[in-house]
């Protein structure tokens, strides 16, 4: 029985996904959540050397990646399985994979290889660094890209050393990019007729989610430092302590810093010489901050919270992972969708964060078993009952 469909808005196109890890999964999970038909290709028990990538199949980060799916194994390094791969290729519309760059070669799927059977197939793939260049063979992982990117340089406090961001960015948006990149080339192939190859790096991804610090850098020649939970160029805007904690206040521009100052009633600030400009404020950060927090650690977040939102002024509470999920807004806007295991239990996942008016997204299915869905793919794409028995024969499935 095929799985029902995430969404109509990708219905029509099938994906053949030979990702693993992180960055991969997450481009292809992109496309299984807007309706795609994604079979995951797997490789086959017999052949694995103990646990899989990415950890246990149980583990919450594998069945956050994995859901809308469906899953076969394949051998691609048999004559067989390769085979049943490159028959696969010809009905579908776009193949995944991160490998290292010469993996793809190697089996002999690579875009050009590909190409050739269907002109129409978009191939997207994921690399460290990228698929050439001097460093195109090194092993890429996320900690890495964000070192050499530059994102660690410029997190933390200041004086403390370089610091990893808490969730693995360059993985996610890599896997991002390049889902924009094949739905890009999907709709350039509806005035072409031909596909092509959508490829991108953890380098590349994490240098772009630099944005205006990379631009401070390449137009103005300024190289950015750490600035702990201060905003770069924006003062004051950060996190200040309460009586039961912390919150962040932005109070960026004139209009904004004059509200602050009233609500938190210090309209002495607002003459103060050393903060009457934002030029002044941002000179004079240390100790804005400081005369800010001065008045803040005297009642509690909510109390501000409530204070400073109804003067007008940004702000927000400091939310560890449980209590995202428990705030009213969260709640309405339905981020957290459950999902039905085989056996009637929900199993909850964190859903797409666009909503569509016609075609929206949901979760319609958990992860599969492994190779849950061979013979009922192979049958799809056309393979004979005795084609699936032999190739069962032969290992290569």
């Known amino acids: 029985m095929p799985l029902p469909r995430a969404s109509q808005a990708l219905s029509r196109f099938t994906v053949l996904d030979l990702t693993r890890v992180r960055s991969g999964p997450t481009c292809v999970r992109q496309l299984a959540d807007w309706g795609a038909n994604v079979i995951k290709i797997e490789t086959p028990p017999h052949l694995e050397k103990g646990e899989g990538p990415g950890g246990p199949r149980e583990n919450a980060d594998f069945q956050n990646l994995h859901r809308n799916k469906r899953s076969i194994t394949l051998d691609l390094k048999s004559p067989d399985g390769i085979a049943a791969f490159r028959r696969m290729v010809e009905k579908a519309d776009v193949v995944v994979e991160n490998f290292r760059p010469d993996v793809k070669d190697r089996l002999g799927i690579d875009y050009q290889s590909l190409r050739k059977i269907n002109k129409r197939i978009v191939l997207g793939s994921i690399s460290g660094f990228g698929q050439d260049g001097p460093y195109r063979d090194r092993p890429g992982f996320d900690q890495i890209a964000q070192g050499m990117g530059g994102l660690m340089s410029i997190t933390g406090l200041p004086g403390q050393g370089p610091v990893r ?158 209590q995202v999920f428990a705030d009213e807004q969260v709640k309405h806007l339905g981020i957290a969708q459950a999902a039905k295991r085989a056996d009637g239990s929900d199993q909850v996942f964190v859903g797409q964060p666009v909503a569509l008016s016609r075609t929206p997204s949901k979760i319609v299915a958990t992860p599969p078993a492994q190779g849950q869905h061979t013979d009922e793919v192979l049958k799809e794409f056309g393979f004979a009952d005795n084609e699936i028995v032999a190739l069962h024969a032969a290992k290569a499935v």
């Not at 950015?224 to 201060?230: D, L, R, T, V």
Request: proline share 4%; net charge negative; glycine share 8%.
């Open 165 to 322: 961001v808490g969730i693995p960015i360059a993985d996610l948006t890599a896997g991002l990019f390049c889902a924009m990149g094949i739905l890009t080339a999907l709709l350039e192939r509806e005035v072409s007729g031909e596909g092509q190859w959508v490829n991108t790096s953890l380098l590349q991804a994490q240098i772009f989610m630099l944005d205006f610090q990379a631009a401070r850098w390449l137009q103005m020649k300024e190289v950015a430092k750490q600035a702990g939970n201060n905003h770069p160029t924006s003062i004051p805007t950060g996190v200040f302590k309460t009586k039961d904690g912390h919150i962040n206040i932005a109070s960026t521009g004139q209009v904004m810093w004059e509200r602050l100052c009233n609500a938190i009633e210090a309209p002495e600030l607002i003459a103060h010489p050393d903060y009457k400009t934002g030029a002044l404020r941002s000179k004079n950060r240390d100790a804005i901050n400081a005369a800010i927090e001065a008045k803040t650690v005297h009642k509690t977040s909510a109390e501000w919270i409530d204070k400073f939102n109804t003067t007008g002024v940004p702000c927000g509470p400091i939310y560890s992972i449980d």
